[in-house]
């Protein structure tokens, strides 16, 4: 199973600041990397696929970075609806595996 | 646009069966994989294995044994039986779409609101 691993685990952060959540892999996953944001209660919902494509709908201050072992997501301002915790996902092969997660919480 | 909602017992006793469905509204099973995954009560989220509308299937090693998923085109249905379950699969069980473009990119999306299944007895 391809290993993911993101850091930091948690991160206080303010409104208007610019954050970065980082997701290695265990091998080389090239591009196939995909994150999702999931708030309390909720299912998680789809930010980027193919590692730095912003899927439909969701706000440009969100971006996705990295390939082979080394992603990024970034958030460029941080908005009170951005609160939440922010998983990645390998999609190179099955078994699909998950980051642990990373929970922003308000500073 | 395509919408999941999954259904089924919200407590199961240890050892039994663990049966859910995912009902899809607003388009076609067909052509699609559809993919069950976990999570438990504040831990992260595990990916169960995930079914094409053929019928083929693709089950996560560590749970294979006890899983199996299962196709009806007709009433635009997926479904998920676990057997022998334990204390350690209370979890919410989502289910979704694996969405696969023409480069072989692939993602989950939509997903269902999740159930929480709590086996206990």
């Known amino acids: 199973d391809i290993q993911m691993t993101q850091s930091p685990s948690s991160l206080s952060a303010s409104v208007g600041d610019r954050v970065t959540i980082t997701c290695r892999a265990s091998?080389?996953?090239?591009?196939?990397l995909n994150w999702y944001q999931q708030k309390p209660g909720k299912a998680p919902n789809l930010l980027i696929y193919?590692?730095?494509i912003l899927q439909s709908g969701v706000p440009s201050r969100f971006s996705g970075s990295g390939s082979g072992t080394d992603f990024t997501l970034t958030i460029g301002s941080l908005q009170p609806e951005d609160f939440a915790t922010y998983y990645c996902?390998?999609?190179?092969?099955?078994?699909?595996?998950f980051g642990q997660g990373t929970k922003l919480d308000i500073k | 646009q395509v919408q999941l909602q999954e259904s089924g017992p919200g407590l199961v006793k240890p050892s039994e069966t663990l049966s859910l469905t995912c009902t899809v509204s607003?388009?076609?099973?067909?052509?699609?994989?559809w993919t069950w995954i976990r999570q438990p009560p504040g831990k992260g989220l595990e990916w169960i294995g995930y079914?094409?509308?053929?019928?083929?299937?693709n089950y996560n090693p560590s749970l294979k044994s006890r899983v199996t998923m299962s196709v009806d085109t007709s009433n635009n249905q997926v479904s998920l039986t676990l057997s022998s379950v334990t204390a350690a699969d209370t979890a919410v069980y989502f289910c979704?779409?694996?969405?696969?473009?023409?480069?072989?990119?692939?993602?989950?999306?939509?997903w269902g609101q999740g159930t929480l299944v709590t086996v206990s007895s």
């Open positions: 091998q080389s996953i090239s591009t196939y």
């Open positions: 979704s779409r694996e969405f696969r473009n023409d480069y072989g990119n692939n993602w989950f999306d939509p």
């Open positions: 193919a590692a730095y």
């Open positions: 996902q390998q999609s190179y092969s099955t078994p699909r595996t």
């Open positions: 607003g388009g076609s099973i067909s052509g699609f994989h």
């Open positions: 079914i094409y509308y053929t019928g083929s299937t």
